[in-house]
């Protein structure tokens, strides 16, 4: 029985050594202020209506676009896209003296998310209304 373990053991060993998919390591290569980012939840527990240009960008920093509406009130948009990727390679193999075996693969992650923010002011300087739209593809 012990023989068995001498060609089990290895084998095992180098099928659990093979490729992981690129998701599992996108955790290693993403940025560590992506907590901070601009997101949904963000503007959802955060901004008001009622609150003040200032509060508005201290809470999601400058717009990109400052305009204006029909009725000449301002508006800001914040317009963020973003895209991640990821790329892992693995190896893995076993060699005995009459068995040997070896496998390479790799894999790509790429995702692509785009938010969009509205937030419109009164004649007041007031935030009067917000809305958003997130995408991720």
């Not at 914040?78 to 991640?84: A, C, I, L, P, Q």
Request: aromatic content about 8%.
């Amino acid at each position: 029985m012990s023989k068995y373990w001498l060609i089990a053991v290895p084998l095992v060993a180098a099928s659990i050594s093979g490729c992981q998919p690129a998701s599992w390591h996108l955790e290693d290569v993403r940025s560590p202020d992506s907590e901070k980012t601009l997101s949904v939840g963000k503007v959802q527990r955060e901004i008001k209506v009622g609150m003040t240009g200032g509060q508005v960008a201290e809470i999601l920093g400058s717009p990109n676009i400052v305009s204006t509406d029909e009725n000449r009130q301002e508006v800001w948009i914040y317009d963020k896209v973003s895209t991640e990727q990821a790329y892992s390679q693995s190896e893995g193999g076993a060699t005995l003296i009459l068995i040997g075996g070896g496998n390479k693969a790799g894999a790509r992650s790429t995702n692509q998310r785009t938010l969009t923010i509205i937030i419109k002011f009164d004649k007041g300087g007031k935030v009067r209304d917000f809305a958003y739209h997130r995408s991720s593809f």
